[in-house]
């Protein structure tokens, strides 16, 4: 699976920098933050897909990989058998599109001991059902904080909860990423939780929230757990709205980070498939200016 991945990877990054740098200015090889790459989450824009539409759009579209989100139209969900998973696996192996992992609802935040259990058996069937499809990781969420309970309760329940899963899922290959979500949305309740959540193997989804701002600023919160970050990002539409991308942009090739940009786009175009190139054109120019700004 890794061979597969990093051989096809290599082959899909370099013909979109090599013809993103005609016509674009794309940087150059070696720069920071060379290694990242865009994908798309099946938020909105993927919601009606089947999985070879899905496919197929991708890759005309120069998406490079996809998060598949649970209870879309993709239609990869835990109860798929052993032959329909290896058709799912087959069909990304037979594509230049990376499956990235499954998006899932399961969090670990519910005072109700059976419901925390069943959340965190219920994520361990989805590390199973990535293993299967040929995904690389599962996306988890935290996901609030409880009226009624001490937040360190809560926060440390998350933690170990996290913690047993990210021991799971290495067993299975899988990563672990917990996406900046709900009432955990603020950056310094997520570092307090990867505080408690230490295995190597669970890392933060930075997800572009208006929290991100909030306090000291988008710098200061993403200082906070840049070195905990996981290999997923999730993005809204790259030009619209008035979350500074660019310098989100800045701060990930700032770090070097060789991860995937994930679109989560909310609006809903008349052709998405040309909008995805659009965002990839963006993007493009977006990591270009990063890295002019870091070299200076």
């Given amino acids: 699976m890794s061979i597969r991945y990093s051989r096809r990877g290599f082959l899909v990054t370099s013909g979109l920098a090599c013809g993103a740098a005609v016509t674009a200015g794309r940087w150059a090889w070696g720069a920071p933050g060379e290694k990242m790459r865009l994908g798309l ?4 824009w993927g919601r009606d897909w089947d999985l070879p539409t899905l ?4 890759q005309e579209s120069g998406m490079e990989g996809v998060e598949l989100r649970t209870q879309h139209a993709h239609g990869v969900e835990p109860n798929l058998s052993a032959d329909e998973r290896a058709e799912v696996r087959k069909r990304f192996a037979d594509s230049p599109v990376v499956l990235v992992g499954l998006g899932t609802n399961q969090d670990y935040h519910h005072p109700d001991p059976a419901v925390l259990r069943k959340s965190i058996e219920d994520t361990k069937a989805f590390i199973k059902l990535s293993h299967d499809v040929g995904g690389l990781g599962v996306k988890v969420k935290p996901n609030d904080l409880p009226k009624n309970v001490p937040p360190e309760k809560t926060i440390t329940q998350i933690g170990d909860a ?3 899963v990210a021991a799971f899922g290495a067993d299975y290959g899988q990563k672990i990423r917990l996406e900046v979500h709900g009432g955990c949305a603020p950056l ?7 505080d408690v959540a230490v295995h190597p193997n669970v890392g933060v989804c930075w997800n572009s929230n208006a929290e991100d701002l909030q306090g000291e600023g988008l710098r200061h919160n993403f200082d906070l757990v840049k070195d905990r970050l996981a ?4 993005v809204r539409e790259l030009n619209l709205g008035d979350y ?3 310098e989100l942009m800045n701060l990930f090739v700032g770090i070097d980070y060789a991860g995937w940009i994930l679109l989560e786009c909310r609006t809903n175009p008349a052709d998405r498939v040309a909008a995805l190139k659009e965002q990839r054109e963006v993007w493009r120019r977006m990591i270009a200016a990063a890295q002019a700004e870091v070299g200076n």
């Fill in 188 to 194: 310094p309740i997520m570092k307090r939780i990867m």
């Fill in 55 to 58: 496919i197929a759009n991708c």
């Fill in 231 to 234: 290999d997923t990002v999730h």
């Fill in 244 to 246: 500074p991308y660019q």
């Fill in 41 to 44: 989450v099946t938020y909105l």
């Fill in 162 to 164: 996290l913690n047993e």
